[in-house]
């Protein structure tokens, strides 16, 4: 696999040999000094081009950086990236390199733009001048309103009644869908987010879908978020939906107690022994 000098001084040489780039920058993980940068990490590149056009009739350009396994969308197209016009083309090269490119004609950036870190590649016209300097700050967890915690954790119960419920009629796909989606990305994460933002001041972020997690809990409270995790079996999700609500009950009260805002006991309580009950109702062949 070429290295990441290799990968920048390949595109820097692209870049400056086509007048259609007028800029180019390096976003993400490989443009932050104190990131995590490993063999499977990403370039995030955003193109700025003087003719949106040829990039969207072809991928022939893309060829330039070696042969592709397998690139998102499959024809070029806008992502709903950013505002605007842009579009994405994100490839994986066989031999293992992947770069995501954001690609758009809209040659004036605000000043702003790349607060959560950035490095300039190529700038043929000095659109990239007035850019700030980064604070980092985009994705640091922010303290919740009492209303978004009262939205969330009420809202938590009334989505947790639907994995017992497909749990009892043996339908797997629509109980996996309820618990390992619904209630863990939409709502779990976001109480685990908040603490763990409680716990760090409101000083740091947990990354994408909570792969920072490990990092920031303790390995009792992380095993305790592994243990709402299982397989295809009926019986195994019915232990992890319990283990999902019990630690979600464990975590937000903690978030609720620190904030001064009130958790719904009651409503807890309520849905629990529903959801038991469900559990406990033998079926009528």
């Known amino acids: 696999m070429r290295t990441e000098k290799e990968v920048l001084s390949q595109f820097k040489e692209w870049a400056e040999r086509n007048e259609l780039i007028r800029a180019a920058i390096l976003t993400s993980s490989r443009a932050k000094p104190d990131a995590n940068v490993d063999f499977l990490s990403d370039y995030d590149i955003e193109l700025y081009v003087s003719d949106l056009s040829k990039f969207k009739k072809s991928d022939d350009w893309l060829e330039e950086f070696g042969a592709i396994m397998v690139r998102w969308p499959f024809k070029p197209r806008s992502t709903g990236f950013k ?85 009892w009629r043996d339908e797997l796909p629509f109980a996996k869908y309820m618990l390992d989606y619904t209630l863990k990305y939409s709502f779990l994460h976001k109480i685990i987010d908040w603490y763990i933002g409680m716990k760090n001041d409101w000083s740091v972020e947990t990354g994408a879908f909570g ?38 009950r464990k975590i937000a009260k903690k978030v609720g107690e620190n904030l001064g805002y009130k958790y719904p006991d009651q409503v807890d309580k309520e849905v629990i022994q529903f959801c038991k009950k469900i559990k406990e109702t033998k079926k009528i062949d």
């Open 83 to 167: 505002t605007g016009c842009w579009i994405t083309r994100l490839v994986l090269f066989k031999d293992g390199v992947r770069i995501d490119f954001q690609i758009t004609d809209q040659l004036k950036i605000d000043s702003d733009a790349y607060d959560n870190g950035y490095k300039v590649l190529i700038d043929k016209d000095e659109i990239t001048k007035g850019l700030s300097k980064p604070t980092y700050s985009e994705y640091i967890i922010k303290k919740p309103s009492k209303e978004e915690y009262e939205v969330l954790v009420n809202e938590f119960w009334w989505n947790a009644y639907y994995v017992p419920k497909y749990l």
């Open 211 to 248: 792969k920072k997690f490990k990092k920031y809990l303790s390995s009792e409270t992380w095993k305790e978020f592994k243990e709402t995790y299982a397989g295809a079996d009926i019986e195994e999700n019915w232990n992890a939906f319990f283990n999902t609500i019990t630690f979600f």
